[in-house]
């Protein structure tokens, strides 16, 4: 089928679900990956490996959008206002995940390097199905922003434990040393490059937004930056959704008026990017892995979302935040996509090199990732609605 044809299908299709589900009042971002999944390598394939390969620019182009309305919404003052509940949770909630993970894989498996793995790639959070649930809802407010902010920055998180991880254990799974650099360095270079391309492309559209202020010159300039920020990230393989957050951040703290025409004018610009990207998630999501991934499955699962509710909850508590942020921000942390896919893709690479039983090792990784995350997916944005129910928090930014 040809690429147009195949995309305007999606667009009817993804509306059509969309429209659907928003009327029995479930998310309609669980439409758009259902949807994939028929589509896709489950069901009907009409969208085979060449047509997903083809069309992952556009997965970035997404997540740099993302990112930047992510980061729009975080200025100074919040900080200043819940920085240190921010900081508290975030931490919390990602190695709750981690360590969780982790001791219920070692518990199964006895395996110290599986272990490690499994537990820093349950770490990371994907923010883009948690995101849209709060756009689509329209929601506002102390738990929205601190939500905002958490799936923004674990990334940074979830980078960091998988540096550590992945060198302990291919030195446990080689019986050899640890590497410093691979430990401390290499995140930390990442990192910041994405913070030091994220803010010096942020200077740049902020001075040209001074001189172009029309609503089609705000589009293209902002749409440029963008795509230069997830650009860099690809080419140099940094964080994408952290270099993208970095630019709409900075944007907003040092030109809060221009940042907020841009926000507005992509408000309406990318609701079918969005959408195309869903339901590309949902196509490379592999059902007949379900069975397959067997008690480790649902023991990550289960471990994971234990994980990030009570991790959640103890920095919440230990730094005094807001009652509505201990009871329910645990509850909007379930979704896991691209960050773990890519890191479980990563390990893979690094792996496959050591011989066969490392290849081996990295597939079944993949394979378990993938699987857990179709469920997570699905489950993820109806407790991200819950949460903001149960906040008051829907329709306030209305």
Same mark, same amino acid.
């Given at each position: 089928?040809?690429?147009?044809?195949?995309?305007?299908?999606?667009?009817?299709?993804?509306?059509?679900?969309?429209?659907?589900?928003?009327?029995?009042?479930?998310?309609?971002?669980?439409?758009?990956?259902?949807?994939?999944?028929?589509?896709?390598?489950?069901?009907?394939?009409?969208?085979?490996?060449?047509?997903?390969?083809?069309?992952?620019?556009?997965?970035?182009?997404?997540?740099?959008?993302?990112?930047?309305?992510?980061?729009?919404?975080?200025?100074?003052?919040?900080?200043?206002?819940?920085?240190?509940?921010?900081?508290? %949770?975030?931490?919390?909630? #990602? +190695?709750?995940?981690? /360590?969780?993970? $982790?001791?219920?894989?070692?518990? !199964?498996? &006895?395996?110290?390097?599986?272990?490690?793995?499994?537990?820093?790639?349950?770490?990371?959070?994907?923010?883009?199905?948690?995101?849209?649930?709060?756009?689509?809802?329209?929601?506002?407010?102390?738990?929205?922003?601190?939500?905002?902010?958490?799936?923004?920055?674990?990334?940074?998180?979830?980078?960091?434990?998988?540096?550590?991880?992945?060198?302990?254990?291919?030195?446990?799974?080689?019986?050899?040393?640890?590497?410093?650099?691979?430990?401390?360095?290499?995140?930390? %270079?990442?990192?910041?490059? #994405? +913070?030091?391309?994220? /803010?010096?492309? $942020?200077?740049?559209?902020?001075? !040209?937004? &001074?001189?172009?202020?029309?609503?089609?010159?705000?589009?293209?300039?902002?749409?440029?930056?963008?795509?230069?920020?997830?650009?860099?990230?690809?080419?140099?393989?940094?964080?994408?959704?952290?270099?993208?957050?970095?630019?709409?951040?900075?944007?907003?703290?040092?030109?809060?008026?221009?940042?907020?025409?841009?926000?507005?004018?992509?408000?309406?610009?990318?609701?079918?990017?969005?959408?195309?990207?869903?339901?590309?998630?949902?196509?490379?999501?592999?059902?007949?892995?379900?069975?397959?991934?067997?008690?480790?499955?649902?023991?990550?699962?289960?471990?994971?979302?234990?994980?990030?509710?009570?991790?959640?909850?103890?920095?919440?508590?230990?730094?005094?935040?807001?009652?509505?942020?201990?009871?329910?921000?645990?509850?909007?942390?379930?979704?896991?996509?691209?960050?773990?896919?890519?890191?479980?893709?990563?390990?893979?690479?690094?792996?496959?090199?050591?011989?066969?039983?490392?290849?081996?090792?990295?597939?079944?990784?993949?394979?378990?990732?993938?699987?857990?995350?179709?469920?997570?997916?699905?489950?993820?944005?109806?407790?991200?609605?819950?949460?903001?129910?149960?906040?008051?928090?829907?329709?306030?930014?209305?």
């Amino acid at each position: 089928m040809d690429i147009f044809l195949i995309l305007g299908i999606l667009l009817f299709a993804g509306f059509g679900g969309g429209t659907i589900f928003r009327k029995i009042r479930v998310p309609q971002v669980v439409a758009y990956v259902l949807i994939g999944t028929v589509v896709g390598v489950s069901g009907f394939k009409i969208i085979n490996e060449g047509t997903m390969d083809s069309l992952s620019p556009l997965n970035a182009a997404a997540l740099g959008f993302i990112g930047f309305m992510i980061g729009s919404e975080l200025r100074i003052s919040t900080f200043r206002k819940l920085g240190k509940y921010i900081v508290s %949770i975030l931490v919390s909630e #990602a +190695i709750g995940a981690y /360590v969780l993970v $982790a001791l219920a894989t070692y518990a !199964l498996t &006895r395996e110290v390097y599986l272990a490690l793995l499994l537990g820093a790639l349950a770490s990371a959070t994907a923010p883009a199905a948690t995101v849209d649930v709060l756009w689509e809802y329209k929601a506002k407010g102390v738990l929205t922003t601190t939500l905002l902010a958490i799936v923004g920055m674990d990334d940074a998180v979830a980078l960091i434990l998988y540096g550590f991880s992945a060198a302990v254990a291919k030195a446990s799974f080689l019986h050899t040393g640890v590497s410093i650099h691979t430990v401390i360095v290499k995140p930390a %270079i990442e990192i910041g490059l #994405a +913070i030091a391309v994220g /803010v010096g492309l $942020a200077v740049l559209l902020s001075l !040209l937004l &001074r001189v172009f202020r029309a609503d089609n010159q705000v589009l293209i300039l902002t749409l440029a930056t963008i795509l230069m920020a997830a650009g860099a990230a690809r080419t140099y393989h940094f964080s994408q959704i952290l270099t993208c957050m970095f630019t709409g951040m900075t944007i907003a703290n040092i030109s809060p008026r221009s940042s907020g025409h841009a926000y507005r004018i992509l408000e309406n610009f990318t609701p079918p990017i969005y959408v195309l990207f869903f339901v590309l998630v949902g196509s490379r999501l592999d059902v007949r892995l379900l069975p397959a991934m067997g008690v480790l499955g649902l023991l990550y699962v289960g471990a994971r979302t234990t994980g990030k509710i009570l991790g959640a909850r103890l920095g919440a508590t230990v730094s005094r935040a807001p009652v509505v942020l201990r009871k329910y921000l645990g509850l909007a942390l379930f979704s896991q996509a691209g960050v773990a896919i890519g890191l479980a893709i990563s390990i893979y690479e690094e792996f496959s090199h050591i011989g066969s039983q490392g290849q081996q090792l990295g597939l079944e990784i993949i394979s378990l990732i993938t699987a857990t995350t179709f469920i997570v997916q699905i489950i993820g944005p109806p407790f991200v609605k819950f949460a903001i129910i149960k906040a008051g928090e829907i329709g306030k930014a209305t």
